[in-house]
């Protein structure tokens, strides 16, 4: 069973900056196509970004410009990389995984963000 562990998260003020991490068990890392999602109290998980084993990324158009999803593939691990945080980027963000040709899909358990001054 792959397991995803996430780590980062916290409390920030708006404008500042935070970078998450997700660690990935397992030997498919590299092949995976990974993102990263959140989800608002009240509201259903939306997409954040994304970035397949070749390294091209795509992001929702809320993050473009302030966040930045990378991956290491000797580590096992994506990052988001968020910076110039608002009020509305309060929630859970979760890791994701997917096996590009199985199609399977693995969840991180989430770590909380929440941006307030």
């Known amino acids: 069973q792959v397991q995803l562990v996430e780590s980062g998260g916290g409390l920030v003020q708006p404008g500042g900056s935070l970078r998450l991490s997700c660690a990935v068990s397992g030997s498919l890392f590299s092949i995976y196509v990974m993102g990263w999602y959140r989800q608002a109290p009240g509201k259903q998980r939306e997409f954040v970004a994304q970035i397949i084993s070749s390294g091209i990324t795509n992001s929702a158009d809320s993050v473009k410009g302030r966040f930045t999803i990378s991956r290491d593939n000797a580590r096992n691990t994506v990052y988001l990389q968020m910076n110039n945080l608002k009020p509305e980027d309060t929630a859970v963000y979760y890791c994701?995984?997917?096996?590009?040709?199985?199609?399977?899909?693995?969840w991180g358990q989430g770590t909380q963000v929440t941006v307030s001054s």
């Open positions: 994701n995984a997917v096996h590009p040709a199985i199609g399977n899909a693995y």
